[in-house]
């Protein structure tokens, strides 16, 4: 066997890892229930559209593509999972592309890199904004890189298309723009914008954006009000908030990506007129100083900075290449490793088949549990409400869209309404709570949660109907609570 791997090449060695990171995450998709996210973007794909309130339109288009095969949690896992074997062999291909002089075997350890990383992992498996724009990002870069070397027609309109892609995907697919126009600065390229190229190219990605602005138009700009105020509502920067923003980078995408790419960073500011350097710098900065920085407004999401890390691989690939020889760089390199390899094994297991002793109402991923049977039973409940009387018909209810979501998948294709005041995704598709509403309104996780009742946003009046207790492992996880309720007050 140790004979086997040693005979690998760097392209055979990069596959095998691709194929066992995917089989691993095929493995996986269908022990667990959809999380949040995954639910609300299989909703966009069942309700496809122009664009969404929250998201441009590609994970609802990618999603309707996957429900013509299937709706299971699998079948809703399988795109991303395709996606992300992409990405990694893209990121292959870049870093090759960006370090032409250097050894092969720096393109496997960008893919390692990029693999060990336990979010992005479950980026792989979960359909998310960032699956797409991951591999569209690395794809410009390659792109870019043409331009800048070559600066044909070709590479301009390609530019073009991924830049409109990406925006497709994911609004934060601006910084894009901020990364073309880094390398111009860098690369003293400006001379290329005087040929009609680069303008066909911008025109290009406005033409693939339509859609969201055609979206927007008919619903009053909503989407672009809600990201405004999401980027800028918050009142004051914190250095707590700040620090714990970066220290879950750490835990989400490992030491080996996040501490040593840090280190490339900074070390590679003495040779940063090297292509391949300036070329990383300019996708993954952008990314990682808007949110590293936005950090100390409110905590900023793992998995928000994917691409940036992404584009940092290579330069960390090739930053370790050059001070392998450095003991505490493999001291280093090698615990990074073990932290990957238990990080992933820890999450993936418990995914698999769950083993940790949490205690009761403890465990951290109690999200994934139980809400198939729950919307399951909330739908039995709500046919037997409207069996009991001639009234409006009773509609699926709960508090927020992050239990909307869930319900409205398994319960499909019931309408579930959101009892809130901020309009969103799912006013948009079930209208809001009217005077009068009546129907079967679930509360999660607290087993002893009771619904307020009389005030103006909520019912005049509400029953415990049933419970539905969720275990895991002899423990219990979370408890939902179904009430049949009456006369909603507007």
Excluded at 88 to 101: A, I, M, N
Excluded at 309 to 330: D, E, K, Q
Aim: glycine residues 6%; proline residues 5%.
């Amino acid at each position: 066997m140790l004979n086997f791997f040693k005979r690998l090449t760097p392209l055979q060695a990069t596959l095998l890892l691709i194929a066992a990171s995917m089989l691993l995450r095929l493995f996986s998709s269908n022990a667990v229930g959809l999380s949040v996210d995954e639910a609300h973007y299989a909703l966009y794909g069942l309700h496809m559209d122009w664009s969404y309130f929250d998201h441009p339109p590609m994970i609802g288009w990618l999603q309707a593509a996957a429900l013509q095969f299937g709706d299971s949690n699998l079948a809703m896992r399988v795109v991303p999972m395709l996606l992300f074997a992409c990405t990694s062999w893209v990121l292959y291909r870049v870093t090759l592309t960006l370090f032409p002089h250097e050894t092969p075997w720096m393109g496997f350890t960008s893919v390692a890199l990029l693999n060990s990383g336990v979010m992005f992992q479950l980026i792989g498996m979960s359909m998310l904004p960032d699956t797409p724009l991951l591999l569209l990002g690395l794809s410009l870069l390659w792109v870019l890189h043409g331009v800048m070397v070559a600066g044909r027609a070709q590479h301009w309109l390609w530019l073009g298309v991924l830049l409109g892609l990406a925006a497709l995907s994911k609004y934060t697919a601006i910084t894009l723009l901020a990364t073309v126009l880094l390398a111009l600065v860098m690369s003293r390229q400006w001379r290329q914008l005087r040929s009609p190229w680069p303008w066909l190219a911008v025109l290009l990605g406005a033409l693939l954006i339509l859609p969201i602005l055609y979206w927007n138009y008919r619903h009053d700009w909503i989407s672009f009000a809600y990201q405004l105020h999401h980027g800028t509502g918050k009142p004051s920067w914190e250095l707590q908030r700040f620090l714990l923003s970066q220290a879950a980078q750490i835990l989400a995408y490992g030491p080996g990506l996040v501490l040593f790419g840090l280190i490339a960073i900074a070390a590679s500011l003495r040779y940063w007129r090297e292509s391949g350097v300036w070329m990383c710098f300019s996708l993954a900065l952008p990314v990682l100083l808007l949110f590293g920085w936005g950090g100390g407004y409110e905590m900023t999401l793992p998995h928000w900075t994917a691409l940036g890390w992404a584009g940092l691989a290579p330069l960390t690939a090739y930053w370790l290449h050059r001070h392998w020889s450095l003991l505490w760089v493999r001291i280093g390199a090698c615990s990074a490793a073990v932290y990957a390899v238990v990080a992933i094994a820890l999450v993936f297991s418990e995914l698999i088949s769950p083993w940790m002793p949490f205690k009761d109402n403890a465990n951290p991923m109690r999200d994934l549990y139980g809400w198939e049977q729950a919307a399951q039973r909330a739908e039995q409940l709500r046919v037997q409400m409207s069996a009991e009387t001639a009234e409006r018909a009773p509609l699926l209810f709960t508090s927020n869209w992050t239990y909307a979501s869930r319900l409205a998948w398994y319960a499909r294709p019931s309408p579930v309404q959101v009892m809130d005041t901020r309009y969103d995704q799912f006013d948009v598709w079930f209208g809001s709570p009217q005077n009068g509403a009546r129907g079967i309104l679930v509360l999660w996780p607290d087993q002893h949660a009771a619904p307020a009742t009389g005030a103006v946003g909520q019912f005049t009046a509400c029953e415990l109907r049933d419970s539905l207790p969720v275990r895991s492992n002899g423990h219990l996880v979370s408890t939902f609570s179904f009430y049949a309720c009456h006369g909603f007050k507007n």
